[in-house]
């Protein structure tokens, strides 16, 4: 089962214009983790935000976490080419050892 | 670079064999998770393993078995491959459970 789901599954951007995913989870989590992933690569990671956190930065990173709605969105602002990937949420859930990821938003920089 | 290693890289198998796949985690790391990642899909969580105990397991069927070693490496075994079982396979280690995960490059399965 999917706990969490990003939001665009795709999305094409001019370059310097902001990127905004956004991820949607099912259950109570510990916390929440945004990776990126090229071309079928291994992922990297970006951001891990804690249940008790509400907004994490990272350089050009922007993590924020409403529990209380069970999302949370990253913002790449100044988007460059390099940031065409894909992105994934992935969410520790409170009461289970699984660790769940979403299928992912495809981002795409137009130069 | 994360300091976590995968072999091989890529690997080809016939239907009904078996395959067994490595990882070496990150020094000081004692968890592993191992990921099965289709084309076109999110990483699904096959298995995680803290300090050489299963700690928690995906929706994968028993042909699907871990170790992991006292060192922390581990390996992924798949018995009785099938078509469906073609994927990046993911494996990454962490200081500890709950702890940010570091990805190694993974290892393309390919069944005929």
């Known amino acids: 089962s999917q706990q969490g789901e990003e939001d665009p599954q795709a999305l094409s951007i001019q370059e310097g214009e902001n990127a905004t995913m956004n991820c949607s989870y099912k259950?109570?989590?510990?916390?929440l983790q945004w990776y990126r992933q090229n071309s079928g690569r291994g992922l990297v990671h970006l951001i891990l935000?804690?249940?008790?956190?509400r907004e994490k930065h990272s350089g050009r990173l922007r993590v924020t976490l409403d529990t209380s709605k069970k999302s949370s969105s990253l913002l790449i602002t100044a988007s460059r080419a390099a940031d065409t990937a894909s992105y994934f949420c992935?969410?520790?859930?409170?009461?289970?050892?699984?660790?769940?990821f979403g299928k992912g938003t495809r981002l795409h920089i137009l130069p | 670079e994360t300091g976590v290693t995968q072999s091989p890289t890529h690997l080809i198998k016939t239907r009904g064999q078996q395959v067994t796949l490595r990882c070496s985690s990150q020094?000081?790391?004692?968890?592993v998770s191992w990921y099965q990642q289709a084309l076109g899909q999110g990483p699904q969580f096959i298995f995680q393993?803290?300090?050489?105990?299963?700690?928690g397991r995906g929706n994968f069927p028993p042909r699907f078995s871990g170790l992991q070693f006292p060192n922390y490496s581990s390996e992924l075994n798949v018995n009785a491959l099938e078509l469906d079982d073609s994927a990046l396979y993911l494996c990454?280690?962490?200081?500890?459970?709950?702890?940010?995960?570091?990805f190694g490059p993974g290892t393309r399965l390919l069944v005929l």
């Open positions: 990454a280690s962490s200081l500890a459970v709950g702890e940010t995960q570091y």
């Open positions: 259950t109570s989590i510990n916390n």
């Open positions: 935000i804690r249940s008790n956190e």
């Open positions: 992935a969410t520790d859930p409170s009461r289970d050892d699984k660790i769940i």
């Open positions: 020094s000081g790391h004692n968890t």
């Open positions: 393993y803290y300090r050489e105990e299963e700690n």
